[in-house]
């Protein structure tokens, strides 16, 4: 049976332990050699970032995220074994992990890591398709000749290269479709390497729960626990048109996943629809003072993705969320399109003025959409607005000061509020 060495990267036959190195981390499929499609998630991304740049949190809970009625944006292992989970709130984390440090998200930085990354993988195939900033699907189809190595092997050579290079690990999923892809990098994690075959998929798939499935979420659950639907085995059981008939193109998506079948292309062009940021307070609050603190800071990041990501967006939108929980969105379109910082301020702050009655807001963020090339940015700036091309050079200015000496080496006074 095939196997590889996931530390020596050397390619044997089968063995417990590696021939040329006597690693044990071996890894062993009779198609290991043959698949081609991949999925590569970074581990606690977020929070092994912050570890890396302070080797003193190496060993304690970190969790990225709000405080007290914030939500968790990431947890590190160390705090997952405490039962911390993403998208957790807050107090609820923090009861089960009274000790962790609590950080808050620095995206700019994150961005850039994902950058380096994504540099990495594009080295190894043009057909790379990013789902967020720590993960990416990656289709290496045809590359074994360039390479001299079969995917697998250049897989491995990945992982490790962002272990040696950047201080990060991740865990990959190998198989012959992206769903299957996906689901193998889930199942071994962190450092973790799964292959999924294609003669083992339908054994594979018959006892596990439908949940596996991306995208099946509460509502969807609870609709397919009302059609007894629990495993791929309960699902099998139905046929391609009653399945139709009960839950519509999700019912045909179903049908073909149940089979093991995905169809879709590994696209290095797939759109992002928008760029936002919000975020959850402490405490409902209605002070346009501390309001104005907030979507400066939403304002900002929401730029420095669109700036990692080379986009532009058309439309501005302000999202808040009343003390009962009602949201309102306000929308405004754009005569250019904005990337900075300074632009989506001063949009989402008029489209403030026109909900700041409804307060007070537990929550608020704002972002971009309809996006573009950052290459339709005018160089002129906003012709009716003659300050805004000075704006825009001081603003770039501090991008290159906070690059070269850190997030906080420049901030804008409307921030500390």
């Not at 570890?51 to 969790?63: F, M, Q, Y």
């Not at 609820?92 to 950080?103: E, I, R, T, Y």
């Not at 495993?231 to 998506?253: I, P, Q, V, Y």
Request: hydrophobic share 40%; aromatic share 6%; charged share 30%.
């Amino acid at each position: 049976m095939p196997a590889l060495c996931r530390d020596c990267l050397h390619p044997f036959e089968t063995g417990s332990r590696c021939p040329a190195c006597r690693s044990p981390r071996v890894l062993s499929h009779p198609e290991l050699f043959s698949l081609s499609i991949a999925h590569m998630d970074c581990d606690a991304f977020y929070a092994s970032v912050e570890k890396r740049e302070d080797p003193s949190l190496a060993d304690k809970p970190v969790i990225i995220g709000g405080r007290h009625r914030g939500v968790v944006s990431t947890a590190c292992y160390v705090a997952r074994i405490r039962g911390v989970r993403s998208a957790m709130p807050m107090f609820q984390a923090l009861k089960l992990c009274p000790d962790a440090v609590v950080l808050k998200p620095r995206m700019s930085l994150y961005a850039e890591v994902s950058k380096q990354i994504r540099t990495m993988m594009e080295e190894l195939t043009p057909a790379v398709q990013p789902l967020s900033l720590d993960e990416a699907f990656l289709d290496l189809s045809g590359t074994q000749r360039l390479h001299g190595a079969p995917p697998a092997v250049m897989l491995a050579r990945l992982v490790r290269r962002m272990k040696d290079e950047l201080g990060l690990t991740g865990s990959i999923g190998l198989s012959h479709n992206k769903f299957l892809a996906k689901v193998a990098s889930d199942l071994d994690k962190p450092r973790g390497f799964r292959v999924i075959g294609k003669a083992e998929t339908p054994d594979f798939l018959r006892d596990q729960p439908v949940r596996l499935i991306w995208g099946i979420g509460p509502a969807s659950q609870e609709a397919l626990d009302r059609a007894g639907i629990r495993t791929f085995a309960d699902l099998l059981r139905w046929d391609r048109t009653a399945l139709h008939a009960r839950f519509g193109s999700m019912g045909e998506r179903l049908w073909h996943l149940a089979r093991g079948e995905d169809h879709r292309r590994v696209s290095a062009h797939e759109p992002v629809k928008s760029i936002s940021s919000e975020t959850t307070f402490d405490a409902d609050t209605a002070d346009p003072d501390i309001l104005d603190g907030h979507i400066w800071r939403m304002a900002e990041k929401t730029a420095d993705r669109a700036k990692a990501r080379g986009l532009a967006g058309r439309v501005v939108t302000l999202k808040v969320k009343k003390a009962d929980h009602a949201i309102i969105t306000r929308r405004l379109s754009l005569r250019e399109p904005a990337q900075l910082a300074d632009t989506i301020y001063r949009t989402a702050r008029g489209l403030y003025e026109q909900v700041a009655g409804e307060g007070p807001f537990r929550l608020l963020g704002c972002g971009i959409s309809q996006l573009v090339p950052e290459t339709e940015v005018s160089a002129a700036g906003d012709l009716l607005d003659p300050g805004a091309r000075q704006r825009g050079e001081a603003e770039r200015a501090a991008d290159r000061i906070r690059a070269r000496f850190g997030p906080d080496a420049i901030v804008k006074g409307r921030a500390l509020r």
